[in-house]
C-alpha cells in the first residue's frame, strides 16, 4: 500500500521473493498475518524471520529506531541470505539489543553475499547470554566485504559451539579479521573462547583472497575444544603472511 506504508505478506515468515528495493523499517509497517512486526518489543524469537527476504533485488537494509529486541531469546537463521544478491549497505538500528539472546546459530548465513561491503554489529549487540554460534557469519558478504566490525559487546564466554562459525566469510575481499578488540584495558571477555567444544571449520577460507592481518586476541582459549577438524582451511589462503594462535591454543582434548 503506497498511502499508509504497509506491506501485509499472508504468510508465517516475511516471503522470501520480497521485492522491496531498500528495506527501512524506520519509515516502512510491515504486517505478517494482520501482525505489525515493526513493533516487536514483547517478541521472544525471531528465528528465520527475514529468512531469504530481498534475495534478488533488496539493496539496503535499515531496521530503524523502533526494532527493540530485548526480550528476545533466539535468532537462529534472523537474516540468513536476506539481501543475497543486491544489498549493499546494513543498518542495524539504534534498539537491536541481544542482551538475552541464548541462539545465534546461522544467523547472519549467506547475508549480503554478493555486494554487502561492510558489517558493524555496533554497540548493543551484546551476545552475554549466547551459547550457539555456529555458521553465524557462514558465508556472511563473501563476494564484496572489506569491513567487520564485531562492535564492542561480542561477549563469547558462554559459547559452547563456533563450528563453521566464519565459514567463507569474507572470502573475497576481506583483508583484516580483528577478534581482540573490546572495551576497556585488559579485556578478558572480548572473544573468550574457554566453554568452546566445537570449532570444526570455523575459519574455512575466511578472507582466502585479500586477508593479510589477523588477531585471535588474548582469550582465544582451546582449552575445551574437543573438535578442531578444518579449523583453517584455505583460511587468508593467498596474502596471509602470520598466524599466531597465541599461548593457550590447547588441542589436548581434540
Avoid: P, W
Amino acid at each position: 500500500n503506497q498511502t499508509d506504508k504497509t506491506v501485509t505478506v499472508v504468510c508465517s515468515v516475511v516471503d522470501k521473493y520480497f521485492k522491496a528495493s531498500n528495506l527501512q523499517l524506520s519509515d516502512l509497517t510491515i504486517k505478517v498475518d494482520g501482525v505489525d512486526i515493526t513493533n516487536v518489543a514483547s517478541v521472544t524469537n525471531m528465528n528465520n524471520m527475514f529468512y531469504y527476504t530481498g534475495y534478488t533485488k533488496m539493496t539496503g537494509l535499515n531496521l530503524g529506531d523502533k526494532f527493540n529486541t530485548s526480550n528476545v531469546t533466539t535468532m537462529t537463521n534472523m537474516f540468513e541470505s536476506a539481501g543475497y544478491t543486491a544489498m549493499t549497505t546494513f543498518n542495524i538500528g539504534g534498539l537491536f539489543d541481544t542482551g538475552n539472546v541464548t541462539d545465534m546459530s546461522s544467523m547472519f548465513k549467506s547475508f549480503g553475499e554478493s555486494n554487502l561491503i561492510t558489517m558493524n554489529l555496533g554497540a548493543k549487540f551484546n551476545t552475554v547470554k549466547v551459547t550457539t554460534m555456529a555458521s553465524m557469519f557462514e558465508n556472511c558478504g563473501s563476494s564484496k566485504m572489506t569491513s567487520f566490525d564485531l562492535g564492542d559487546n561480542f561477549n563469547t564466554t558462554d559459547v559452547d559451539d563456533m563450528s563453521r562459525m566464519f565459514y567463507q566469510c569474507g572470502l573475497e575481499m576481506l583483508e583484516n579479521l580483528d577478534l581482540s578488540s573490546g572495551t576497556g584495558t585488559g579485556n578478558t571477555t572480548q572473544f573468550n573462547t574457554s566453554d568452546v567444544e566445537n570449532m570444526s571449520h570455523m575459519f574455512v577460507s575466511c578472507g582466502r583472497r585479500g586477508m593479510s592481518t589477523f588477531s585471535l586476541g588474548n582469550n582465544f582459549d582451546t582449552s575445551n575444544v574437543l573438535y578442531m577438524d578444518n579449523m583453517f582451511n584455505g583460511f587468508g589462503r593467498q596474502q596471509l603472511t602470520t598466524l599466531n594462535l597465541g599461548n593457550k591454543f590447547n588441542t589436548s582434548q581434540v
